[in-house]
């Protein structure tokens, strides 16, 4: 019954816009953050890996975390969920995940609201930024600019998300009929009171997740099942 009825109110969709998070690349064999088993948040403290601070307390242990999560994605292939998101250029693709399978998978114009692991960018914000291999990701060094270290081009905990990509995903969410929630906790913020926004500007929520989730609550239709499984059916256009 679900399925079907989500098929209908993407069906009857003028504009729909997707907001994703790690789960979404899950099936690719990328680590999630807060999944119970392999969730990288069980293994590693978030404010150590993933904030100024504990950039500023253990630089080159956050490094090779990142390399370490760069690895996985370079050996990493778009799954069936990114395909079938890229078939649909008419979806507007607003995620939180840095990785750039989306972007692999063929779709264009990604909003990515956390940033970008492929790239290094200054620390000090000088405005270097470099596009790194991530089969062979660099590890702690010095911007050119010689002010700080360069550090993965991502936002951390406690930082601000940039003004103008914050701004076109307000905008995508805000003027969407339908807003596809994919595999994401919903837990952080403000990208999850994106779900909200949506919300609250009329458009029907579709959540697809394996687990209930922040976004459960607020959901029209919630589509239990692994985004490979599950998006193929949903976003098939007969
Ligand atoms: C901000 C780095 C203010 C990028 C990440 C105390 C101190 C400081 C801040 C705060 C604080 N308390 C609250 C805050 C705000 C904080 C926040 O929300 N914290 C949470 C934890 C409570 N937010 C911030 O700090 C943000 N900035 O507020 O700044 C400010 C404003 C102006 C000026 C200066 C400052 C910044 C948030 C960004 C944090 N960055 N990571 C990186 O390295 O990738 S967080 C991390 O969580 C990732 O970015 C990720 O994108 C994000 C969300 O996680 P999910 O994608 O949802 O992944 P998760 O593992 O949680 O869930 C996976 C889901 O998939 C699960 O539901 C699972 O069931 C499902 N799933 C798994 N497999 C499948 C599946 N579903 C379907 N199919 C499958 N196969």
Redesign the pocket.
Known sequence: MTIEAAGRLIAEANTMTCF?????S??SGV?????PVG???TKYD??K???PEGFAEDPRLVMDW?AQ?RHQIGNAEPNA?HRALAARMDITQV?????DLLQRAGCRNVIQ???D?TADRCHANCGHVETIDLLKPPGLRRCPCGQHALR?D????????LPDIWNKAEAACRQCDVLLV???????????GLITLARNHNSHIIV???????ASEIADIELI??????LPALLKSD
């Open positions: 994703s998070g790690a789960g979404l899950a099936p680590g999630t953050f807060r999944d969730g990288w948040w978030p404010m890996m993933a904030s990142y999560r969920a995620t939180q995940n840095t990785d609201v956390h940033g692991i993965p991502v936002v951390w905990f406690g930082e601000g998300l994919v595999g994401t906790g919903a837990e952080v913020y403000p990208a999850a697809v997740n394996t687990n209930p989730s922040g099942g692994s985004v490979d499984d599950v």
